[in-house]
C-alpha cells in the first residue's frame, strides 16, 4: 500500500493568489516528482528532486516552484495563479535502488480550478 | 530525447478477450519501464515494473514484456472483466520518468 499524500484534492481560487500543493510520503523515498496532466492528456514531468535540498525542473517549463526541506515534505507553490495553470497536479516517489530508479507511487493527485 | 508512444489510443473490448496493449519508446537506453493504470480523476497505480535486464513480469492476469532492441513493451491482460476499464499508461525510466499518452481501455460486460 503506497503511503503519498497531496493535499487538497480540490482547489477552486481567483486569479493572481498564491497557492500551495502540499505532498507527502511516508515510505523513506529519495526520489520525489511533481506531475501535470491535462484532462485526458499525458502526464508533463515540472520538477523532480533526488533528496534533500535538491530540486530540478523537468521538461514542461512550469510557473511554480518547488522545495525540499525534508525527506517527506515536496510542496508546489505557484506564486500567482492564472487560468492557463488550471489542471490536475501529481505527486509521486520513488526509492532509489542502485543508483536507479524503483516502483513509482503516485498520489491521488490536487485538481486545481483558477478563474 | 526520448519519445513513448502507446497504440491504440482506446480500445472497447467484451467481457472476457484476452487484449495487449502497446507501448514503443525511441530511445533505448532505459534503466526500466512501469506500466500504472489511472481511474478518471485518480492519481496512477504502479502495475507492473521491468528493469532493463528483465524481459517480462507478470502479476495475476497481467504479463508485462519488455524488448529493449526494438524499442518496445507489450501488456498482456487475460481474460478481461469490466473492472479493467481504465486508462493504461506505460513510461520508461532512463535518467528521467517519460510517460506515454495512455491507452483507455473499456471492458463491456
Known sequence: EADIYQTPR???????????????QTMGHDKMYWYQQDP???????????????????DLSSESTVSRIRTEHFPLTLESARPSHTSQ??????????????????GEGSRLTVL | ???????????SVPEGENLVLNCSFTDSAIYNLQWFRQDPGKGLTSLLL????????????????LDKSSGRSTLYIAASQPGDSATYLCAVEGGKLIF?????????P
Open chain 1, 10 to 24: 480540490y482547489l477552486v481560487i481567483g486569479t493572481g493568489k498564491k497557492i500551495t500543493l502540499e505532498c507527502s
Open chain 1, 40 to 58: 485526458g492528456m499525458e502526464l508533463h514531468l515540472i520538477h523532480y528532486s533526488y533528496g534533500v535540498n535538491s530540486t530540478e525542473k523537468g
Open chain 1, 89 to 106: 497536479y501529481l505527486c509521486a516517489s520513488s526509492e532509489v535502488v542502485t543508483g536507479d530508479t524503483g516502483e513509482l507511487f503516485f
Open chain 2, 1 to 11: 530525447k526520448q519519445e513513448v508512444t502507446q497504440i491504440p489510443a482506446a480500445l
Open chain 2, 50 to 65: 521491468i528493469q532493463s535486464s528483465q524481459r517480462e513480469q507478470t502479476s495475476g492476469r497481467l504479463n508485462a514484456s
Open chain 2, 100 to 108: 506515454g499518452q495512455g491507452t483507455e481501455l473499456s471492458v463491456k
